[in-house]
């Protein structure tokens, strides 16, 4: 699984477990999200290039390096990826979003699409956004919608997996870079993270 990073962070660590936390309300958790993903993004983000700008200082006119914030663009999966939207945004406040809309369906664990709002992404870098890699199937399918939008490269920011999942994004996608919080145990028989946090959309805006 070269792809798939596991991000290693004490800081990373504390909100996982916050997360975890039943008692964690949803106002809570979407804020955890949001700290989850911003960690991630300044991982991912490491290596980055930068381009020279002239700048007017104090002292007058010097080039300094700067990001291209627009050649990003962050594609949070709803519902659950919304919250981490907040936190990479105040980051690269220029970068574009768009949004895809998957959902499991619970019984066949089948993923359907249901909005695609994704501008085009030609020569820009596609930020997947969402919690959740649990069978891998709403990565997978979200990875294939983008690849049709031909960007530079994806990333995916992902909060907990399960090793189930992660193979499957892995083998069938080993060009997509995979940043990830903490990797769990396995899914149980009805496709949930174990030990994991639950349903994250349904945590996140307080549903059932
Ligand atoms: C969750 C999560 C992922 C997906 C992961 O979304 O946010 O998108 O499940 O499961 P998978 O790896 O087996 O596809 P869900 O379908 O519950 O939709 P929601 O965010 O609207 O609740
Ligand atoms: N979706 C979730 O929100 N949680 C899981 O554990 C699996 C899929």
């Keep these: 699984m070269k792809n798939i990073i596991n991000v290693k962070h004490p800081l990373l660590q504390n909100l996982v477990t916050k997360l975890r936390d ?3 309300n949803s106002y809570d958790f979407r804020k955890y999200l949001s700290e989850v993903g911003r960690i991630l993004l300044v991982e991912a983000l490491k290596d980055e290039t930068l381009k020279e700008k002239e700048v007017q200082i104090w002292v007058g006119n010097y080039r300094f390096p700067v990001l291209d914030e627009e050649k990003y663009v962050f594609i949070p999966i709803l519902r659950a990826g919304l919250p981490m939207l907040d936190g990479v945004l105040e980051m690269i406040p220029l970068a574009r979003s768009g949004f895809l809309a998957i959902k499991r369906n619970e019984e066949t664990l089948e993923s359907i699409l249901y909005y695609d709002r994704v501008p085009p992404l030609k020569g820009k870098t596609a930020i997947i956004l969402d919690p959740m890699v649990a069978t891998g199937g709403s990565l997978d399918y979200a990875i294939s919608v983008i690849k049709e939008k031909n960007p530079e490269r994806i990333i995916s920011l992902n909060v907990i997996g399960a090793p189930e999942g992660l193979n499957r994004i892995s083998k069938k996608h080993p060009d997509v870079k995979v940043f990830i919080a903490q990797i769990d145990e396995k899914l ?7 030990p994991g946090i639950g349903d994250a959309g349904d945590r996140a805006f307080n549903t059932e």
């Excluded at 149980?188 to 174990?194: A, L």
């Design 22 to 24: 039943i008692n964690t």
């Design 188 to 194: 149980n028989d009805k496709g949930y993270i174990i």
